[in-house]
C-alpha cells in the first residue's frame, strides 16, 4: 500500500512562514497528482493546491501570491510554501497522491494523517 507521512507544521505569527513536506512511501510505481487540502475548524475541507506530474499546478485564490506548491518526483515528495501567513490560513493541512501499486491497476487517491498549522500572536 502507499503511505503519505506530513511534516512542517506548527504554530507561527501572523506574516510569518512555513515549509509542509510530504513523503509518499510503499509499493510505489507511479504517482500523478499530488497536493494539499485543508480543513479549519467546523469547515469543510477545502483545496490549497494541487501539482501534476509534469509540474503545472493550480492554486486556491485565498492561498495565490502566497503559497507555492512544487514536488520532487525522485523523492515522491510534495511540498508547501506558505509565506504572509494569516489567522485564516489555521487549519488541518492533508498532503493527497494520485498513486500506482501495480502497472496493471488504476491509479488510487491517498491521503496524509494531516498535519496542524496555528497561525496566531
Known amino acids: 500500500q502507499v503511505q503519505l507521512v506530513e511534516s512542517g507544521g506548527g504554530l507561527v505569527q501572523p506574516g510569518g512562514s512555513l515549509r509542509l513536506s510530504c513523503v509518499a512511501s510503499?509499493?510505489?510505481?507511479?504517482?500523478?497528482?499530488m497536493g494539499w487540502y485543508r480543513q479549519a475548524p467546523g469547515k469543510q475541507r477545502e483545496l490549497v493546491a494541487r501539482?501534476?506530474?509534469?509540474?503545472?499546478?493550480n492554486a486556491a485564490d485565498s492561498v495565490k501570491g502566497r503559497f507555492t506548491i512544487s514536488r520532487d518526483n525522485a523523492k515522491n515528495t510534495v511540498y508547501l510554501q506558505m509565506n504572509s501567513l494569516k489567522p485564516e490560513d489555521t487549519a488541518v493541512y492533508y498532503c493527497?497522491?494520485?498513486?500506482?501499486?501495480?502497472?496493471?491497476?488504476?491509479?488510487?487517491?491517498?491521503w496524509g494523517q494531516g498535519t496542524q498549522v496555528t497561525v496566531s500572536s
Open positions: 493527497n497522491a494520485e498513486a500506482r501499486v501495480d502497472w496493471r491497476y488504476a491509479f488510487e487517491l491517498y
Open positions: 510503499g509499493r510505489i510505481v507511479s504517482i500523478n497528482g
Open positions: 501539482i501534476t506530474r509534469g509540474g503545472s499546478t
